[in-house]
């Protein structure tokens, strides 16, 4: 009866007689001894006003009751949806640009200092306040350099390139941590996409001559590269 009453209010949008309701009805069949799936329904019917509520974290506390009571499939895949909701949720309300410059300001004199893992502290907290600045992950991507993070360093620089194609320090960095990589020939790719960006930029000219000088030799004529790039496959 009182489940009933629970999907009127829910059909109704009236989320907080519905909770009422369906708790009444868990109390009523608790003290009857009722099946657990039945006293699963009803936590998972408040799970669903909390969420309906916009209040994630209620709803995620019942589908776990309603999962203690009955572990359904359907109670779990929500129960996933609502913790991927909560987690994007959250990452939206924490985005504030403004507090995002300060910590990149903060990065920037760190950096300067010398002082590179603080410096990346800063710039981590500065990319969760703006993810889509991708820039910012230039800056961190050259603090991990500093450090020797690789890996790292090339995964800022592929985020960067992605959020900022036209920022040419993208492709630059990447360049420069692929060389760093012993990976010459990714490295030139890299810098032949800064290259269209701007053909006369110093660092570009100094990136390609250095994966070619790795690769065949300082003293080979740009004939002499190009047949010798013919036979590197990754080229």
């Known amino acids: 009866f009182h489940m009933n009453i629970g999907a009127v ?25 009722a099946d657990f799936k039945m006293l699963a329904k009803a936590d998972a019917r408040i799970a669903k006003a909390y969420k309906l509520k916009g209040e994630l974290e209620q709803a995620i506390e019942w589908y776990d009751k309603a999962l203690t009571n009955h572990r359904c499939r359907d109670y779990l895949d929500a129960k996933k949806k609502l913790v991927k909701d909560l987690k994007e949720k959250k990452r939206r309300e924490y985005i504030n640009p403004e507090l995002s410059l300060e910590h990149k300001n903060k990065g920037n004199e760190l950096f300067k200092a010398g002082d590179y893992p603080a410096a990346i502290a800063e710039y981590t907290e500065a990319i969760a306040r703006n993810p889509e600045d991708g820039k910012l992950y230039s800056n961190r991507a050259a603090s991990y350099t500093k450090l020797a993070e690789l890996p ?14 036209e920022f040419i320090k993208g492709y630059l960095r990447k360049g420069n941590v692929l060389l760093a990589m012993k990976k010459p020939s990714e490295a030139l790719a890299a810098f032949q996409k800064a290259e269209k960006i701007d053909a006369n930029h110093p660092e570009v000219k100094k990136g390609m001559q250095d994966c070619y000088k790795i690769m065949y030799g300082g003293d080979m004529t740009r004939e002499e590269r190009a047949q010798a790039a013919m036979k590197d496959p990754e080229i």
Do not use: S, V, W, Y
Request: glycine share 2%.
């Open 9 to 33: 209010h829910l059909e109704t949008k009236d989320f907080d007689q519905c909770i009422a309701a369906c708790q009444k009805a868990r109390e009523i069949g608790f003290e009857a001894r």
């Open 152 to 165: 790292h360093a090339l995964k800022d620089c592929n985020e960067c390139i992605k959020l900022a194609p």
